[in-house]
Every structure is written in structure tokens, then in C-alpha cells.
């Protein structure tokens, strides 16, 4: 499907305000000349270990498959039912009290079910510090 630059952000940007879980971790998504990116903005809230300050597992997990949703809704141009069918994360290495990023592949899409990789970084995108696989079932529309 093809994607208007536009229609892309105002379907992401209508996820991101019907979820509440999205505004507690304060997701927001631009497209630069690579495609759409995500951004996690950092919150105190979020530190799962305070001895070393490094984000929660649960927030960086839930960003990248938030992520990956939306990426799925915008490629499909419609605000779709997604419902996650299977998820698996890798943590690289620890994460700091910063801001974070992420881009999502979509690796194969069929009628019914979408699999994705979404790669989170902190400080370069070649230096990720969680990547995740996720497939979706994909619904009706809402």
C-alpha cells in the first residue's frame, strides 16, 4: 500500500491519543528521509533500576511494540484492529536515563497476519540496545 507522508503521522498520531499507555510513555513519531521514527521521551517514571538508571525492560518492550503497531496501521493506511500474536525481545546492552528511538522493518505482510523487527537505540542506530520480533494479527477496521 502506498502511504501518504501525512496519513502516515495523523493515523500513528491517532493511536498514540487513544493509548493511554502511549501518553504514560510518551511515544511520538516524525518521518525524516530514512521513513517514520519513534521516540520514547524519557520520564523518571520509566527507570526500572535505580542503582544503575537504566529504563525498565517493560517500557522499552511496550515502546517497540507500540512502535511496530503503528508502523503496521500507517503501511496499511487505515486505522486497523491489531492484536499481537506472538512477541520476543532481545535486550543488547543497558540502557541509559535518555530519550530513545526506534525504526520497525516490516519483514512480511499478508492478508491476515504481519511479522516485524523493530530496533531501539539510544545513542546511534547501528548501536541498538533492544531489538524485537512481533507478529500481528490483523483485523477489521475500527
Not at 4 to 16: C, E, G, K, T, V
Not at 41 to 57: K, M
Not at 97 to 106: N, S, T
Amino acid at each position: 500500500m502506498n502511504t501518504s507522508p501525512n496519513n502516515a503521522l495523523a493515523i500513528i498520531d491517532a493511536r498514540i491519543q487513544s493509548a493511554p499507555i502511549a501518553n504514560w510513555l510518551g511515544v511520538s513519531a516524525v518521518r525524516d528521509e530514512a521513513g517514520l521514527l519513534y521516540r520514547l521521551s524519557f520520564a523518571e517514571h520509566h527507570i526500572g533500576n535505580p542503582v544503575i538508571r537504566a529504563l525498565h525492560g517493560g517500557v522499552i518492550a511496550a515502546f517497540l511494540e507500540f512502535s511496530a503497531q503503528g508502523e503496521l496501521a500507517a503501511q496499511l493506511d487505515k486505522d486497523v484492529r491489531l492484536s499481537t500474536i506472538n512477541f520476543s525481545i532481545d535486550y543488547l546492552t543497558s540502557s541509559r536515563p535518555q530519550d530513545m528511538e526506534a525504526r520497525v522493518r516490516i519483514a512480511r505482510l499478508g492478508r491476515r497476519v504481519a511479522f516485524l523487527e523493530a530496533f531501539g537505540w539510544q545513542s546511534a542506530p547501528d548501536r541498538p540496545v533492544a531489538e524485537a520480533r512481533i507478529c500481528i494479527r490483523v483485523g477489521s477496521e475500527h
